[in-house]
């Protein structure tokens, strides 16, 4: 196993996956050298350099490695890979070949970010970051395609349900800026606690939903012709944000520019700014 780095922005390695699981994190490990497992079937499989494999140490069926299996294991924040929970158990376990379509491109680009991790003065910026956890989260979603999905019981089908009407509910009220998970529990006649429940299964959080979709209307609107005459204070305000300079800050995080940049550029008749 790799010697621990510092956490960074989502992504980090460990020395091993931990004999206790958080429910807020994936584990990735790339195999460093040939080694063997063995499956919940009792198969026994090769694992070459570079192949990866999703391990949680809460799940009794992931592949059970042989004492001198080796591999740099990465954490990755669930939430920063914009899948459900219920999506990412259904990957764990599963072996992906490092030299094949499609893992080669993201073992290569974890390589990357493992070797600048190491080194004496590490220089990790967001781009790497942020490229090895989007290639991740492709690399799960293609998983996805292939992997059965079990069928869903009825409490979960309850819980879609209700999260869909939240959802709903929300975009109702994106202007009120006392929105808050107490009041969109009590709308609903749920707890605040299994409101958060629901949102963090789906892979993200109450405040985060509530702010992207802010920011996502915010975005519209300067975006449009006939904002030329409107402030961002006022966007900011209309919007449900609390002050101008706090949705300046959370704008540009999410964007890249300021909203100020954004509305001059996509107003003047230049190409549409890129997303981040």
């Avoid at 490990?29 to 080694?35: A, D, L, Y």
């Avoid at 069928?151 to 202007?175: F, K």
């Avoid at 030329?228 to 949705?247: D, E, L, N, Q, Y």
Wanted: with cysteine; hydrophobic share 40%; glycine share 8%.
């Amino acid at each position: 196993m790799t010697e621990p780095t510092p956490p960074s922005a989502g992504i980090s390695i460990v020395p091993a996956v931990p004999d206790e699981g958080d429910e807020g994190f994936l584990y990735l490990g790339m195999i460093v050298r040939t080694s063997s497992a063995t499956t919940r079937d009792g198969n026994k499989v090769v694992l070459e350099p570079k192949d990866l494999v999703f391990c949680d140490p809460d799940r009794r069926d992931v592949p059970q490695f042989d004492d001198d299996c080796r591999m740099t294991v990465f954490r990755l924040a669930r939430c920063d890979l914009g899948v459900s929970a219920a999506d990412v158990d259904r990957v764990l376990g599963v072996t992906v070949r490092g030299r094949g379509h499609p893992g080669a491109l993201v073992s290569d680009v974890l390589c990357a970010f493992a070797a600048e991790a190491r080194s004496p003065r590490p220089l990790i910026g967001d781009r790497l970051t942020r490229s090895a956890l989007d290639l991740v989260a492709v690399l799960v979603m293609e998983l996805l395609e292939t992997e059965p999905a079990p069928e869903a019981s009825q409490a979960e089908r309850a819980g879609n349900e209700m999260l869909s009407r939240i959802r709903a509910y929300i975009d109702r009220r994106l202007r009120e800026p006392d929105l808050s998970p107490g009041s969109i529990a009590r709308a609903h006649h749920i707890s605040v606690r299994y409101l958060h429940k629901l949102f963090r299964n789906d892979g993200t959080t109450v405040g985060r939903w509530v702010r992207q979709r802010r920011l996502d209307s915010c975005r519209r609107e300067l975006s449009g012709s006939r904002s030329r005459g409107i402030t961002v204070a006022a966007v900011a305000h209309r919007w449900g944000f609390s002050s101008p300079a706090h949705f300046s800050r959370t704008f540009r995080e999410a964007y890249g520019m300021t909203p100020s940049q954004w509305q001059a550029r996509a107003t003047s008749g230049a190409a549409a700014p890129a997303l981040r």
